[in-house]
């Protein structure tokens, strides 16, 4: 005789093994796989933000660069045109530099 109790474990015994089958009832090993390859996906994806968020530290700091060797190679040049505009100046009025 099979009784009610012994009816309900069998069912549940049938669900868990139709879940397991189609691949929705996880093993604590697995479970514990799927969520090991979780952290790691997620350890991927901030060491990637971290690496773009350094290129993009070191973008600024390369054009900042650029900018301020432009602006002192322009006051070099600057400074140059006055120096020579003082010696024509000298030249022409007969004084030297």
């Given amino acids: 005789m ?7 474990s069998d069912a549940a015994m049938d669900i868990a093994e ?17 969520a090991q390859a979780h952290e790691d996906c997620i350890g991927a994806c901030l060491a990637r933000w ?12 390369w054009k900042s660069a650029q900018r301020g060797r432009r602006e002192a190679r322009a006051e070099l ?17 007969g004084e030297r530099p």
């Fill in 2 to 8: 099979i009784t009610a109790q012994q009816g309900r």
């Fill in 77 to 93: 040049r600057a400074r140059a045109s006055v120096t020579k505009l003082r010696a024509l100046l000298a030249r022409q009025g």
């Fill in 50 to 61: 971290e690496e773009e968020q350094e290129n993009a530290r070191l973008r600024l700091a």
């Fill in 18 to 34: 139709a879940l397991e089958c189609a691949g929705l009832l996880m093993s604590p090993e697995v479970a514990a796989e799927l």
